[in-house]
Nanobody, 125 residues
Framework: QVPLMESGGGSVQSGESLRLSCKVSFDINNSRCLAWFRQAPGREREAVATLYPGGPSTYYDDGVKGRFTISQDNAKKTVDLQMNSLKPEDTAMYYC??????????????????WGQGTQVTVSS
């Protein structure tokens, strides 16, 4: 069973919204943290938003704060990313990640021991 599987990517115009969903095969609340990362061509993978299930607490990159919201749905076993007011610079492959064993340093990619395959988000001006 694939631990994490993303869905919801697509192509939109600037200012529009998308909702990404990450299906989690294990108990979300057993994770130290869950996150959405993104990677644009020629750029390093960067953390967008992180959720600590025990809190719950959330953290956001400054570039998406106020536009993106990360949330968990325990019944559906998903971690979702609501993205509003999308900009062309949000164009990237978006990945869901979960840290289940290591201390969670939310911006640090090697904190996370499970990754999804990614879903493409393209925003045109």
């Amino acid at each position: 069973q694939v631990p994490l599987m993303e869905s919801g990517g697509g192509s939109v115009q600037s200012g529009e919204s998308l909702r990404l969903s990450c299906k989690v095969s294990f108990d979300i609340n057993n994770s130290r943290c869950l996150a959405w990362f993104r990677q644009a061509p020629g750029r390093e993978r960067e953390a967008v938003a992180t959720l600590y299930p025990g809190g719950p607490s959330t953290y956001y990159d400054d570039g998406v704060k106020g536009r993106f919201t990360i949330s968990q749905d325990n019944a559906k076993k998903t971690v979702d990313l609501q993205m509003n007011s999308l900009k062309p610079e949000d164009t990237a492959m978006y990945y869901c990640a979960a840290a289940t064993t290591r201390v969670c340093l939310w911006r640090v990619a090697h904190t996370y021991d499970h990754w999804g395959q990614g879903t493409q988000v393209t925003v045109s001006s």
